[in-house]
């Protein structure tokens, strides 16, 4: 059984800062990547920003020099600064872990519940 508890969302004023955090727990094995991602009312969900086992990062393009990803591979933790917020980024935020759990062949991912990041003055 694995889990994703996320932490951090609410409402902030544009220009404002959030930061989201997310925890792993479970027979997840071992972690190939972790991220998020956000899915806006209408639209389909897209990647906000990953980070690798080895520390490699990607964003999404409207949130480069604003977002960074961040992890502890010690802990299973994955955090999202997201700083300078405008209402695009308004949306529901989800944890994504993949991963190659025990007795499993493949990449498994795994989805937290979702955190509501509303950006609005």
């Known amino acids: 059984q694995v889990q994703l508890v996320e932490s951090g969302g609410g409402l902030v004023q544009p220009g404002g800062s959030l930061r989201l955090s997310c925890a792993a727990s479970?027979?997840?094995?071992?972690?190939?990547?972790m991220g998020w991602y956000r899915q806006a009312p209408g639209k389909g969900r897209e990647l906000v920003a990953l980070?690798?086992?080895?520390?490699?990062?990607e964003y999404e393009d409207s949130v480069k020099g604003r977002f960074s990803i961040s992890r502890d591979n010690a802990k299973n933790t994955v955090t999202l600064q997201m700083n300078s917020m405008n209402p695009e980024d308004t949306a529901v935020y989800y944890c994504?872990?993949?991963?190659?759990?025990?007795?499993?062949?493949?990449?498994?991912?795994?989805w937290g519940q979702g955190t509501q990041v509303t950006v609005s003055s």
């Open positions: 980070i690798s086992s080895g520390g490699n990062t």
């Open positions: 479970g027979t997840i094995g071992s972690i190939v990547a």
């Open positions: 994504n872990v993949r991963s190659t759990p025990p007795s499993v062949i493949g990449i498994v991912a795994y």
